[in-house]
């Protein structure tokens, strides 16, 4: 039963710190997504590639974080330097994009906490 | 630009009892639809799609039917259990977008035996 895998699961950090959550997307799939999720704003994309190249990131706050992905089984999300305002929990997604309508896959999310 | 509406929950109640929850899209082309739900901890998951008006999609005892006349995409269910509490989340893709998934705030289900 493949499925997307994300590290952390938890993660507490400072104010001013770096953090870094990685996905691995489910094997063959060529699209991946990141999505936040909070109580105020619901689930929001922050990025998204296909074939590992970004094709939108204009939900992200671009002063702080960065998306990338080094091969087709990790992408990574970096936050620096992290406010408390980011304490979310971030979900990455993939999926598999023929030409068309495709079905996102949700990781199980790292729940993030800065204090 | 898109834009997808649910009925604001909570919505409790009882084993056995029936489902709907209200979904209304705004696409600016021919979007697919699709109903997530979200069990506590955990991602979110495919419930069920569908791709083009009159189209129902199932699954587990969900339903729902793209109705283009009506802009609206429900999620019901004859007979939820305790194991269906969960948040549920109307989404819309379409190729405006670039095939970005619009979702909606969620609902959250609470059953009760």
């Known amino acids: 039963d493949a499925r997307v895998t994300q590290t952390p699961r938890d993660k507490v950090t400072e104010m001013g710190q770096e953090v870094t959550m990685r996905c691995q997307p489910i094997?063959?799939?060529?699209?991946v997504f990141w999505y936040r999720q909070t109580m105020m704003q619901g689930l929001e994309l922050l990025a998204y590639?296909?074939?590992?190249?970004?094709?939108?990131d204009s939900g992200m706050p671009k002063d702080r974080f960065s998306a990338e992905m080094p091969d087709a089984t990790l992408a990574t999300l970096k936050i620096q330097p992290s406010e408390p305002r980011d304490s979310a929990v971030y979900f990455c997604?993939?999926?598999?994009?023929?030409?068309?309508?495709?079905?996102?896959?949700f990781g199980p999310g790292t729940r993030l906490l800065v204090l | 630009g898109n834009s997808v509406t649910q009925m604001e929950g909570p919505v409790t109640l009882s084993e056995e009892a029936f489902l709907t929850i209200n979904c209304t899209y705004t696409?600016?082309?021919?979007?697919?639809l699709f109903w997530y739900v979200q069990y506590p901890g955990e991602g979110l998951q495919l419930l069920l799609k569908?791709?083009?008006?009159?189209d129902k999609g199932s699954n587990k005892g969900f339903e729902a039917t793209y109705r283009k006349e009506t802009t609206s995409f429900h999620l019901e269910k004859g007979s939820v259990q305790v194991s269906d509490s969960a948040v549920y989340f109307c989404?819309?893709?379409?190729?405006?977008?670039?095939?970005?998934?619009?979702f909606g705030k969620g609902t959250l289900l609470t059953v009760n035996p």
């Open positions: 997604a993939s999926g598999l994009w023929v030409a068309g309508v495709e079905t996102q896959y």
């Open positions: 094997l063959g799939h060529n699209t």
């Open positions: 590639f296909r074939n590992r190249a970004p094709l939108d």
């Open positions: 696409a600016t082309g021919y979007p697919s």
């Open positions: 569908a791709t083009k008006a009159d």
């Open positions: 989404a819309l893709m379409d190729s405006g977008s670039n095939y970005k998934l619009t």
